[in-house]
């Protein structure tokens, strides 16, 4: 379960709206809870009430009240004061903050034009992963907050998220070169009224209104505004028959950096999910999380899956694609955790098809592509993810596709085949990272074979085990010869170079594998049996 710190709080909420003005016991301190406090809270409180949260909000308090109540924690206890106050008054070198430096309590200062109706819920929804953990994109508790900084990150640039009314709903973290609109935005204020003009006189708003293309709008020297790019939330009906349901908009400001080069499919893909994010209430949102985990197959078995797919939005038929996606143990990749990639998946997904969904089962990830239009650009599509998580997050991964998966009762079969693809190829880091059950059978049926026979003790061959134990007790390399001899289809020169010693050294190593095992290598039978056995530890778990 993780910990939220109070410089993991102040990160959240944009040092547009809150600055850290004193910290005597750090910014690592840990806060798991906060609450809005009153003037008459604080003074019937002064000198004896246990605070009940970790952070104090002080709404309406003047700041001599909380000169004085900061001075009254002195004599209290650690636990009798809170960790953290937030306030509209304080500045640096204010009284308010000497006193809080005295007191031990960190002071936070909020802008005088934040709104706390909007700081107080998003405080909560922060401080909430400290009791359910940090969701990702593809989990029932994901949020709009969620969704701005993974698109931030993914098209890096600064987000927001505004309904229909340009009322901020969420926001990423902002830099140095935020301009003023931005801020404005954030702390719930109207933007400049030239700039809106000048957006209406562009045409932007009818673009966003009318379509949805991510619509470039260049900075504006004279209006102190950098450039954007933005794209419209909307909601197609689920016939089809009805114009899409405008939402709002998600906006990207450039900072001071350029844009990702794929940063209108992300805009894309973030808009898809903000209008579900949007139009569903959170128990529908922890509902939608489980019906697609159902229909996965991984809530257990009896789903009444046309019910399901009706709750979804799904078509009744295909064709469709199931694809999923597995990390390479050992890969190298700083941001290559299961969330992050899960959240960066289904923004692609969600740009490649809007009706798309996608969740995380035991570590791997599923995405469900209905009625594509063709199996090559669903093969293209996941290769071009692959090497762009390779090159982005330096993260190997392996995707497995299942196509013409005629109605969703099918995907969770889908699953199952792509799961024995991945089981089958989950460690190779080289050739197809691409694949299908069909092109890699060989190797599925392999794996599986191997598994199998693994899991009987009574068809161990223990002459194999007694090579293993001559070659640790007298450090010599049989397995490695005999191995390599195999592999060149008994061709012992070419067995000799690839072990690189004299063929006649290699004829005499075999010669003693022969006599230790007790096998004829010359003998075709014998030959199969040894290769699966040596095969047998490689492939076996704990090995």
Known sequence: MDVVTLGALLDALDSAVVGLLEAPTGDDVVVTTAELVDGDELVAGR??????????????????????WLHSLGSTAPEARPKVVMTKHAARRSSMAAAARRAGVALVAVHPDARWNQLFPLIQRVLRRTRVGDPDLLAAE?????LARITADNAAGMVSIED???????????????DELRTLSIL????????????????????????????????????????????????????????????????????????????????????????????????A??????????????????VDVPSIASALGLPVDGPGAVIGFALVPGSSAPVADLATMGSALRLHASAFRRDSIATIVDERAYVLLP?????????????????????????????????????PGRVAAARTEVDRVLNGTATSTT?????????????VLLGESLTVLHSHPELHDPRVQALFEYD???????????????????????????VQVHPNTLRYRLRRVEQIVGIDLSDRADRLLLELQLALPRNSPGR
Do not use: C
């Open 47 to 68: 000198n004896a009430r246990t605070p009940l949260s970790d952070v104090y909000l002080l709404v309406g308090v003047h700041e001599d009240d909380a000169v004085t």
């Open 371 to 407: 009625r594509y239009s063709s199996p090559t650009a669903v093969t293209a599509w996941t290769r071009q993810l692959v090497a762009h998580f390779e090159t982005r997050y330096r993260a190997v991964l392996h995707a497995a596709i299942a196509l013409d998966i005629e109605h």
């Open 431 to 443: 050739g197809t990272r691409v694949t299908t059950l069909a092109e890699s059978m060989t190797a």
């Open 285 to 302: 949102s922890t509902t939608h999380g489980v019906l697609i985990q159902r229909l996965f197959g991984a809530r257990g078995t009896g």
């Open 142 to 146: 994901t949020d709009l907050f969620d």
């Open 164 to 178: 229909v009314h340009s009322h901020v709903l969420a926001y990423s973290a902002s830099d140095e070169t935020a």
């Open 188 to 283: 719930g204020r109207e933007g400049p009224q030239d700039y809106l003009r000048a957006l209406r006189d562009w045409g932007v708003f009818d673009r966003l209104r009318d379509s949805d293309d991510v619509v470039d709008i260049p900075p504006h020297d004279e209006l102190g505004t950098e450039h954007r790019l933005a794209v419209s939330i909307r909601q197609p009906s689920l016939d089809g028959t009805l114009p899409p349901r405008n939402l709002g908009t998600i906006w990207l400001q450039q900072g001071n950096t350029a844009f990702s080069d794929d940063a209108a499919d992300v805009l894309r893909g973030a808009s898809a999910i903000a209008a579900t994010l949007i139009s569903r209430t959170l128990d």
């Open 472 to 498: 640790e007790n007298k450090g010599s390399s049989l397995r490695q010869s005999v191995e390599a001899f195999l592999y060149e289809h008994g061709d012992v020169r070419a067995a000799a170079r690839r």
